[in-house]
């Protein structure tokens, strides 16, 4: 088949042997200020932060299974095209990254090239055609909202560092996720400012962070009777107390006909391992980072199938670092995780007195 001009051009760009993937958005994203976008099917691409990069380069051997699969750092090139903001991730020494008018044009091709075709872009949502509209407007003004935020970052020379991390969601068919923000501090080691300390200290006291060690910071989930999906952002976390957090948990696990009951002890389960694990570990903290909990919403071959995992370490410190004084477990995190342990095996408690949640 004849290639047109375009797709040579392209082809012969190609022989500089370096590989170079277009990202996409990743709609599974709960929670963040920036934004996550999708490398491949497995894999997730964040902006790098230099100390979460530290922790996922120092990662306990006994946490690696609740830690996402670290693949390596990236360097991503945003280019502005009209109203689009095109990303592509290349490795660290390609050679593009110091030529770039040559760059951009390939770039530009490659959008132009791929400008009709199917878009793969399009989740396995099966959504009524009316709330799939709706679902999806809201979903692109959230992605449009962090990729501004991530491009105003790299808007000098449009060149920024990523890291390479596990698509934890990668197997589910209607993934399902909360976002939990864990422990008792507000902020890490590090104070940027005090006017930013004292907003932190008072978000924790306001909400149930001070008194749980942990606070909801956003869902989303898969309503099989409606088939579409609700969404639940980190603001309703800031303002209620236990009872309304319990009630947060309960809305996840509901899935529009009747609470999962069989994601409970799965749950638990992990939740237990993830403590032991904790308590048996020196000088680690954890500040500010989440607990991210995914189900499979609606398919009968991943039923039960629970994944749980640390995420957000841009406050975190590990043992290796010189000026890391702190010692013993990580209380503050383990203190929300008991909760969590509690808070479902009442759960449990309450449909064995014959209660539905």
């Given at each position: 088949?004849?290639?047109?001009?375009?797709?040579?051009?392209?082809?012969?760009?190609?022989?500089?042997?370096?590989?170079?993937?277009?990202?996409?958005?990743?709609?599974?994203?709960?929670?963040g200020h920036n934004c996550m976008l999708k490398y491949d099917e497995k894999t997730l691409c964040k902006p790098l932060n230099e100390q979460e990069h530290v922790v996922y380069s120092n990662t306990p051997d006994s946490l690696k299974e609740f830690f996402p699969n670290f693949y390596g750092v990236v360097t991503v090139r945003f280019e502005k095209n009209g109203d689009k903001i095109l990303c592509y991730a290349m490795p660290l020494d390609c050679s593009y990254c110091k030529d770039e008018n040559r760059f951009r044009n390939y770039l530009l091709a490659i959008d132009a090239w791929q400008e009709g075709k199917e878009d793969s872009r399009s989740t396995k949502v099966e959504c009524s055609q009316s709330?799939?509209?709706?679902?999806?407007?809201?979903?692109?003004?959230?992605?449009?909202?962090?990729?501004?935020?991530?491009?105003?970052?790299?808007?000098?020379?449009?060149?920024?560092?990523?890291?390479?991390?596990?698509?934890?969601?990668?197997?589910?068919?209607?993934?399902?996720?909360?976002?939990?923000?864990?422990?008792?501090?507000?902020?890490?080691?590090?104070?940027?400012s005090l006017e930013k300390y004292e907003r932190h200290v008072q978000r924790v006291n306001q909400s149930t962070s001070a008194s749980l060690g942990v606070r909801f910071c956003g869902m989303r989930?898969?309503?099989?009777?409606?088939?579409?999906?609700?969404?639940?952002?980190?603001?309703?976390?800031?303002?209620?107390?236990?009872?309304?957090?319990?009630?947060?948990?309960?809305?996840?696990?509901?899935?529009?006909?009747?609470?999962?009951?069989?994601?409970?002890?799965?749950?638990?389960?992990?939740?237990?391992?993830?403590?032991?694990?904790?308590?048996?570990?020196?000088s680690y903290r954890f500040y500010c980072s989440s607990l991210l909990i995914i189900y499979d919403g609606c398919d009968s071959d991943n039923q039960s199938n629970v994944e749980l995992r640390m995420i957000d370490f841009a406050q975190s410190r590990v043992k290796q670092e010189s000026t890391n004084h702190h010692r013993g477990p990580d209380n503050g995190y383990i203190l929300g995780v008991r909760n969590l342990i509690r808070i479902f095996t009442s759960f449990l408690d309450e449909i064995k007195n014959g209660g539905t949640l």
């Open positions: 088949m004849k290639l047109t001009d375009m797709e040579e051009s392209i082809q012969q760009e190609a022989e500089h042997k370096c590989n170079i993937v277009q990202l996409k958005p990743y709609d599974h994203q709960v929670g709330s799939k509209d709706s679902y999806n407007e809201a979903l692109k003004v959230l992605f449009k909202d962090r990729l501004l935020r991530t491009w105003n970052k790299y808007v000098n020379n449009g060149l920024g560092k990523f890291i390479l991390l596990e698509n934890i969601s990668k197997d589910f068919h209607y993934p399902c996720s909360i976002d939990l923000k864990m422990g008792t501090r507000g902020s890490g080691d590090i104070i940027a989930v898969y309503n099989c009777s409606r088939k579409e999906y609700t969404f639940t952002d980190k603001y309703k976390g800031r303002t209620i107390d236990e009872s309304g957090f319990i009630s947060c948990l309960k809305d996840f696990i509901y899935n529009g006909n009747t609470h999962r009951k069989d994601l409970i002890k799965p749950i638990i389960t992990k939740l237990k391992t993830l403590l032991q694990n904790l308590e048996n570990i020196d």
